[in-house]
């Protein structure tokens, strides 16, 4: 009697668990719901901060002054590993 049972469950297992899984869903969805804060606040576009940020920063008050641009020392110099210095 078993093994006609468990052969008839295994056949038919997406059918019997497919409502169950569907009712399991559904409680956890509305739950979700009903328990979760739904409020999220405003925050201005991340383009729109990022550009007044650039356009108030320091650097740009003194643009022509750009220290990475100067020559300091020779090119090769700025990467020694520590068994050559």
């Known amino acids: 009697m078993w ?29 979700e719901n009903w328990l979760s804060d739904k409020y999220t606040p405003f925050n201005e576009p991340i383009k729109e901060s990022r550009g007044e940020r ?15 641009l100067k020559l300091s020392g020779k090119a090769l110099d700025k990467n020694v590993s520590p068994s050559l210095q």
Do not use: C
């Open 3 to 31: 093994p006609i049972i468990v052969r008839a469950a295994s056949r038919y297992a997406p059918y019997i668990t497919l409502p169950f899984a569907a009712i399991v869903g559904v409680i956890g969805y509305n739950l």
């Open 54 to 68: 650039l356009l108030t920063d320091e650097v740009l008050s003194r643009a022509t002054q750009v220290e990475s």
